[in-house]
């Protein structure tokens, strides 16, 4: 059973999601403050974490990036009601996995919930599946119908960041940011040419799509 820590210092919310989740198959684990927090996770093991903003003493951003610096990867999604895009700029930095604003929809939460703990398990596994094709991350490989394709490592990174996200739309600045880093001078264009590579490997693949979003990015969707 997956064990997940609610850090929530309004006691109402923190009780609903812990209801919610424990509902739903998972062992929640409900801490007010962030003191609190970091003492169960000294002593039980925990898989992932949901945790507010707002909260006296230390906030929700110094409390992830204090796990982050720590060395603790579990997957954290961030229920706030800061919305702006700077305050989830600075969640992101911080280490935040996935970021929700309130009021949420507790179903979508543990949709939420669900889909980062696979990721994780894939992260661990070093492996990534959609569908029937495999991506092995350690050697670049993608497996597929019987075949196998060592790719370049920004074609194999690009192509592992739309699977993991099905659905979810790139922008070329975010593809950029993340693969080839943001201080990085070259220019955003590239990423058309990788997706077009990939597009081209790819054509015949009966599991996914890569599709271009006009005037927004790209995003991987599953072929009916």
């Known amino acids: 059973m ?13 009780q609903l999601y812990c209801r ?13 403050f962030a003191k609190e927090a970091f003492s169960i996770m000294e002593h039980d093991h925990i898989d992932l974490v949901i945790t507010d903003v707002m909260m006296p003493g230390i906030d929700g951003f110094e409390f992830v990036k204090t796990l982050r610096d720590g060395g603790n990867t579990a997957p954290i999604l961030m229920i706030t ?6 305050d989830k700029q600075i ?46 991350y350690d050697t670049l490989t993608v497996y597929s119908d ?31 940011d993340d693969i080839w880093g943001p201080d990085s001078y070259t220019d955003a264009h590239t990423v058309d040419v990788h997706i077009n590579r990939l597009r081209d490997r ?7 799509e890569i599709v271009t979003v006009r005037g927004l990015g790209y995003k991987a969707v599953r072929k009916q």
């Open 2 to 14: 997956f064990k997940v820590l609610v850090l929530e210092d309004d006691i109402e919310l923190q």
């Open 81 to 86: 009601a800061k919305d702006s895009f700077r």
């Open 146 to 176: 019987g075949t196998e394709i060592t790719l370049p490592q920004k074609e194999f990174m690009l192509l592992y960041k739309l699977l993991s996200y099905p659905n979810k739309i790139f922008t070329r600045q975010q593809i950029m």
């Open 91 to 136: 969640g992101f930095m911080s280490g935040v996995d996935d970021y929700m604003v309130k009021p949420v929809d507790v179903n979508e939460m543990v949709l939420r919930v669900g889909a980062l703990l696979r990721r994780a398990k894939s992260v661990s596994e070093r492996k990534q599946a959609f569908g029937k094709t495999v991506l092995e």
């Open 202 to 208: 790819f054509r015949d693949n009966r599991d996914f």
């Open 20 to 32: 919610v989740l424990s509902r739903n198959g998972y062992l929640p684990f409900g801490a007010a």
